[in-house]
């Protein structure tokens, strides 16, 4: 027989029902309440309604589940016994709280509602008992106006309009106040804080049509049927959503007997954290309010004091205070944020859980807690003298409570982002932030960037040589625009995702960027933009803010915090620790740089079709459009010569930087039509047309060659628009990512791969004979099978092979590929004979996989994420790799690729490396290194730790796939003949024996 839900968990008198680890059933408010009450602390006594009455309140239709009327009923009778008074009694009676409370903290959940209980007949019991009839009608005031918005929806604003009306209209005339001089809530009296009763009640009864319940238990149960009713307010709806939180029941009600801040000036209430959330010192940090409620010191309506006055006012306490400080930080080895009221000298605790803190503070904590206690042993040996703290909490306190392996685990991806970005100047005030803001889209790059409105990139690189800061506004950005992407302060687009080329491309850079701004609209023709009402023109300034979205405008204070010294200690533990290599995904010396400043141990990435972008050098971009718009082989590599020192100059610079670290510099990967106007921009192209006929020392032009003299004729005639467009239409595609790119351009341009494998080569050289140590691996992007790449290889070995000649020299160097199509997964085993290194591409391996765009995925994608709407995917596979599909894939190739070259080198280069939860899954399927762009590569060196932490609790790298490798029978071969991919098979089929027999 099943045991019976039980509904409700009291707690009081040092006993409670619940624990601290019940937070999915009794919210995070309700388990921390619980757990005060078991370890002695002094707590309100009360009880808490279960998650779980919510949840099935909510699938009835908001019916109460059967027992719950009758629990609610025996733990007020269980209250009422321990608080020795009754619920809403005439005389004396018991007044109750009400507050809501998840297991994960959220805004947009149900206020709390102080003072149930009273209503006209008690609130005289109350001032009686009190001995101040003002005391026991102002909490008469604060419920009306708490049940009246909270419970029943009226505004707020009516109350405290009303409220106001009486400060200025009769308790400023009573006190004879100037006008400009302030008139507090505590200075309105008993006789006016009546006639505010009886205003509140009439207004409650206008809005309502019902007047505002006498009855105390009608008002507790309408107090638990508003908490519930928030579960599924708007707000909490959104916040759930926007953070995908799921899994949760509902949220709990927690009801205790109300304890008085405002009784007298012994009295009191406040917010403090165990340490400053800010910086992370370990000093008792928090704000106060003598004679006053815990609404009014949350609420901004008073000014608070600090924490450390109450010392001087209220010592005992204060030590007290301290002493619970300990005990709570000890117990929950974390920073606490806590809650308290002092009722007539006596301490209450009425919340705790973990403190928010600063990205600083984050660092801060975690290392002093791993390493130092919480306060010196004679502070402790104090606090146990005087009976406040238990002496095995005392000893706790002087000591770490955490290990570093804690510590490392505590820090979030999010501490480090912001550590590095600029944000916006905190100094800058709520108000003014609010009057310029002009919009909202996704914040794509955290940080913040301020500049000049531009449309296009060219004008943005315009801007940047005059020292300008600018922001580049577009619709949505493409490769061409890659050059005033680089020389843009921050990027604005109107559509797009987290994963958009604008996103892409400026988080590699460290941009800050926001896309998918669906109320933005331009207007490339005027140059004008318009969010809102507002309509900004090419020149005005603006202010992004990457971390949150939003966008203001005019120009906005930034500041770059600062790294404490804590980051450097624990990011020092953390590279002790992984087991995976974090290399940079960067294309310029100087981006190289800036990886080994933020611990890159290579570069894993070197795209070299940006190289060709360098606005400060226009040539590079004039020769590459040159060599596109040849039409004979003789004629592209005589172009090809013009580009070689470039790319050599580049590449010498970024192997110095990286001295004998390794650099994985993949060949031209997109089609050639991306580096000319398009055929729907007439404008361009005249623009490159009239660039090339200007700068061209020498012929740009080629027929078919007949005869050198024909030709010689024929090259002395200039370019002409119609050239341009044809060879425009030549290269256009229906689907370029799916077309003529990657190495399929190699094959067909083998002077294009000549010339980079040369440059490469060349510069390794140049290099190692100025005693520079070098490792250059070479990858080919987009292979699909081993023949293809055999070709590439073999023709890279041979051009390596020519140039160690012609300098009598020679230095190692690796050729490999990039594995981001599913047949190059399938095939890993045979492409592995002919690579030595595979590096995942997952951006285009989840878009082949999926068949889903990553640029046009923002329309639908969320859906697929939303667990209200399709919930297809737990997270976007642009961000997080898809485990499931796209992972199967990844663990098929590393198994496959190492059965056939067991010291096969692995990585990961696409976004994912720089994602967490990617990262350990990198851990788990026994990569070799995760490779992101430079800012995101201590996140990698974290999220690296933390998978080798968590890999060596759990004891095991083995994940399943759902999918088993079938054997290959290649052509050519006996059937009897043992492939790879069986090989493999056979491998995966014996460890799985020995998971089983471990088990057993």
């Known amino acids: 027989m099943p045991t019976p839900r039980k509904w409700a968990y009291s707690f009081g008198d040092g006993k409670a029902d619940g624990r601290g680890d019940q937070k999915e059933l009794l919210g995070g408010k309700g388990a921390g309440l619980a757990e005060m009450t078991r370890i002695g602390l002094p707590v309100p006594p009360g009880f808490t309604i279960t998650t779980d009455a919510c949840a099935r309140c909510h699938s009835a239709g ?43 903290s959220m805004p947009g959940m149900m206020e709390t509602i102080l003072n149930l209980g009273l209503n006209d007949r008690s609130v005289e019991g109350l001032a009686e008992v009190s001995g101040s009839r003002r005391f026991a009608l102002d909490a008469y005031r604060r419920l009306i106006m708490m049940y009246g918005s909270t419970a029943k929806g009226i505004r707020r604003e009516h109350f405290e309009n ?130 006053a409620q815990g609404e009014d010191v949350v609420s901004g309506i008073h000014t608070p004091e600090k924490l450390a006055e109450l010392k001087t006012l209220m010592p005992e306490v204060y030590e007290q205070l301290e002493a619970a400080r300990a005990i709570l930080e000890v117990h929950y080895r974390d920073m606490q ?51 406040y703290l238990p002496k095995k909490y005392a000893v706790a306190a002087a000591k770490p409570v955490i290990t570093k392996d804690e510590a490392i685990q505590r820090i979030e991806p999010a501490d480090i982002e912001r550590l590095f970005y600029p944000v916006l100047d905190p100094d800058v005030k709520g108000d003014e932030l609010e009057r310029r803001w002009l919009g909202q889209g996704t914040g794509a790059v955290p940080g913040a960037a301020c500049g000049e409105v ?39 687009t109107a559509t797009g995702g987290k994963t958009s080329h604008a996103a892409v491309v400026a988080r590699g850079w460290g941009k800050c960027c926001i896309v998918g701004c669906g109320a933005l609209a ?91 972008f360098d606005t400060s050098q226009p040539q590079r971009i004039r020769a590459m459009r040159e060599m596109i718009l040849a039409e004979t082989p003789e004629h592209r590599r005589r172009v090809l010569e013009k580009l070689l020192p470039y790319q050599r100059e580049d590449f010498e610079g970024i192997l110095t930087v990286m001295h004998g670290r390794p650099v ?69 595609e229906a689907n370029p990512m799916l077309g003529h790119r990657g190495c399929r351009l190699c094959i067909s341009y083998p002077e294009i791969l000549e010339m980079q494998v040369r440059a490469i080569i060349e510069a390794a050289v140049n290099c190692a004979r100025n005693r520079t140590k070098v490792l250059p691996e070479i990858m080919i992007p987009l292979s699909i099978d081993p023949k293809e790449l055999s070709i590439l290889v073999d023709r890279v070995r041979v051009v390596a092979d020519v140039v160690f000649k012609e300098q009598n020299h020679k230095v ?17 085993d045979r492409m592995a004979e002919v690579a030595e ?115 060596k609790t759990a004891g095991t790298r083995i994940v399943k796939s759902k999918a088993k490798p079938r054997s290959v029978v290649r052509p050519g071969r006996a059937k009897g003949r043992t492939t790879s991919s069986s090989r493999v098979a056979a491998k995966e089929r014996a460890t799985k024996r020995k998971i089983r027999r471990a088990r057993a």
Not at 76 to 91: D, M, N, P, Q
Not at 207 to 232: C, H, R
Not at 687 to 700: I, K, R
């Open 62 to 104: 908001g019916k109460w589940p059967s027992g719950l009327d009758r629990e609610l009923r025996q733990a007020l009778s269980k209250l009422e016994r321990t608080c020795k008074k009754e619920y809403g009694a005439t005389h004396d009676p018991l007044l109750v709280s009400v507050r809501s409370g998840a297991a994960r």
């Open 337 to 387: 944020d806590l809650e308290f009221t002092i009722e007539r000298g006596k301490l209450y605790m009425l919340q705790c859980r973990v403190g928010k803190r600063s990205p600083v503070a984050a660092f801060k904590i975690a290392v002093d807690q791993a390493t130092k206690g919480l306060m010196s042993p004679a502070a402790a040996r104090r606090l146990v003298k005087k009976k």
């Open 837 to 951: 290194f595979f590096s995942f591409g997952t951006n285009d391996l989840t878009q082949l996989t999926l068949a889903i765009s990553r640029d046009d995925a923002g329309r639908f994608l969320p859906d697929y994420v939303d667990p209200t709407k399709a919930g297809v995917f737990s997270d976007h596979p642009f961000q997080s790799i898809d485990i499931e599909g796209v992972g199967v894939l990844l663990k098929m190739a590393v198994d496959r690729g190492k059965a056939a070259r067991p010291k096969l080198k692995l990585g990961i280069c696409g976004e994912h490396g720089g994602d967490p939860a990617s990262i350990r899954f990198c851990e788990e399927i026994g990569l070799d290194y995760v490779s992101c762009s430079p800012l995101r590569v201590p996140i990698a060196r974290l999220a690296a730790a933390q998978a080798a932490i968590m890999v």
């Open 162 to 291: 009303a409220f106001d009306l009486v400060k200025q209209t009769r308790t400023r005339d009573r006190l004879e106040r100037a006008s400009d001089e302030r008139v507090l809530d505590t200075d309105v009296n008993a006789e006016e804080l009546e006639q505010l009763v009886d205003d509140f009640k009439r207004m409650y009864r206008e809005y309502t049509g019902e007047q505002f319940p006498q009855n105390p238990l009608d008002q507790l149960k309408g107090a638990i049927v508003a908490v519930f009713d928030s579960w599924m307010a708007e707000k909490a709806v959104t916040y759930r959503r926007v953070e995908r939180i799921s899994g949760l029941a509902g949220t709990a009600v927690n009801v205790c007997r109300m304890v008085f801040g405002n009784m007298d000036e012994d009295s009191g209430t406040g917010v403090c954290f165990s340490r400053d959330p800010s910086t992370g010192e370990a000093v008792f940090y928090g704000d106060m309010l003598i004679n």
């Open 812 to 828: 190692k160097y690796l050729v490999g590929t990039m594995i981001e199509t599913p047949r190059a997964a399938l095939v890993a």
């Open 454 to 492: 531009v449309f296009t990139a060219e004008d943005a690189e315009t801007r940047a040589t005059t020292g300008a800061a600018a922001i580049l506004v577009r619709k949505e950005t493409s490769p061409e625009d890659v050059g005033g992407m680089y020389a843009s302060a921050g990027i604005l």
């Open 522 to 612: 331009i207007d490339y023709n005027d140059k004008t933009m318009m969010l809102g009402a507002e309509v900004l023109r090419e020149g005005d300034a603006i202010t992004l803010d990457g971390s949150t979205g939003r966008i203001f405008k005019g120009r906005i204070d930034l500041v770059r915090p600062d790294a404490p010294p804590e980051y450097r200690t624990l990011m020092g533990w953390c590279d002790k620790r992984r087991r995976l290599k974090v290399y940079a995904n960067v294309d310029t010396p100087s981006g190289a740089e800036k990886g080994l400043d933020l611990g890159a141990e290579g570069i894993g990435l070197c795209r070299t079709e940006h190289m060709f």
């Open 664 to 732: 994985t510099i993949r060949l031209l990967d997109p089609p050639l039509h991306e580096f000319l106007p398009h055929h729907d921009n007439p404008a361009g192209q005249q623009a490159v047309l009239d660039e090339l006929n200007e700068s061209a020392p020498s012929p740009v032009r080629q027929p078919p060659p007949e005869d050198s003299d024909t030709q010689q004729a024929f090259e002395t005639k200039r370019m002409t628009i119609e050239d341009i467009r044809r060879r425009v239409d030549q290269l256009r």
